[in-house]
């Protein structure tokens, strides 16, 4: 009996323990959320290069020179797709200006270069480092393109503005910039003017300094005559001043004047209609604000006095005068006097 009444109290032990193991795993399966294999095809599911269903159009300017322009709008608007880049075929390889806002974006740009063209993309010339302009870079540097900045930008990557606009990128833009996302720093940075050739085609990117960013530059296809700017021309609107080294940004411009260029090729919006026009608008602008400011830095005149005193009729009207004008004003104030003392 004692052994019978061990062995039934051990079978009924045994079946609590197999049951409660049932149980529990059967509760497991009920709330343990994520599964081997779901969580394989959520990682899958943010793959690096997430389709984008915005329309991009390679657009050509120039025998070599084409550009695909971005919608207006804020920066995650368009799947991110709001400024423009730069393509020009050579018959040895590929050149882009400027990657676009999202991995995504230049992943798209790759396969509408390759229905023109099967020639390599070799070189990536970067006007400035901005979200909106650098996120596509990766996808640039995984075909092995070297990529070329101005001098400046690593203000821009070693900031923290440059980390956090990345987090709030992965939120705002998901899934087009997620975890993969990084940013890609150049392989080389100038200092100064630069010549170079690809193929048939030649090419001087201009270094203008710390003008809409802190390192800005431009590149012009010699061959074409076709000037792509970045954000530092703008067409009919209040330029933004991101820095304020204009007294170099002025003489830039002014040397821009004799280029000959047939068509620029802004950051944003389409190439404008009288190419020299724009420029001459932006540097009237610059040089209006620099005479005025270096004045009254001479007659020891303070911001909010010669800011009220100018008749500023001919810009009032133009878009973006709320948002940027007094900013603008204050930054080339600063720096005037900083150049006067
Ligand atoms: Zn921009």
Not at 183 to 190: A, E, F, H, M
Request: hydrophobic share 40%; charged share 25%; with cysteine.
């Amino acid at each position: 009996m004692k052994l019978k009444g061990t062995r039934s109290t051990f079978y009924l032990f045994a079946a609590m323990v197999i049951s409660s193991l049932v149980i529990g795993s059967y509760c497991k399966t009920q709330f343990v959320p994520v599964p081997a294999a779901d969580a394989t095809s959520t990682a899958e599911s943010k793959l690096k290069y997430a389709p984008v269903d915005v329309e991009m159009k390679l657009k050509k300017v120039g025998e070599h020179s084409w550009y695909v322009q971005g919608k207006a709008g804020i920066a995650t608007d368009n799947a991110g797709f709001i400024s423009n880049a730069g393509v020009i075929i050579t018959n040895e390889g590929v050149v882009i200006f400027d990657a676009l806002g999202t991995p995504s974006l230049a992943h798209t740009l790759v396969q509408k270069i390759k229905e023109i063209t099967d020639k390599p993309i070799v070189k990536v010339v970067v006007s400035h480092y901005h979200a909106d302009h650098i996120y596509g870079l990766q996808v640039f540097k995984e075909l092995g393109a070297e990529i070329i900045a101005p001098e400046g930008v690593y203000e821009y990557i070693d900031s923290d503005a440059a980390s956090s606009r990345l987090e709030e990128r992965q939120f705002s833009l998901e899934p087009w910039v997620n975890e993969n996302t990084k940013i890609i720093v150049p392989d080389r940075i100038l200092d100064k003017a630069e010549k170079f050739t690809v193929g048939d085609v030649s090419f001087s990117i201009e270094v203008i300094g710390s003008a809409h960013s802190d390192g800005d530059l431009t590149l012009l296809v010699d061959n074409d005559r076709v000037l792509y700017t970045g954000d530092i021309i703008f067409e009919g609107r209040i330029p933004f001043l991101g820095s304020n080294q204009t007294k170099h940004w002025l003489k830039t411009l002014q040397n821009m004047e004799s280029l000959k260029i047939q068509a620029l090729v802004p950051g944003h919006g389409p190439t404008a209609e009288r190419p020299l026009e724009s420029i001459t608008f932006t540097r009237e602008y610059l040089a209006f604000l620099r005479n005025n400011m270096g004045d009254a830095i001479e007659e020891m005149i303070d911001f909010d006095d010669i800011y009220k005193q100018i008749d500023w009729s001919d810009y009032k009207k133009l878009p973006a005068f709320e948002e940027a004008n007094r900013r603008n004003a204050f930054q080339v104030y600063l720096s005037m006097e900083a150049e006067g003392s």
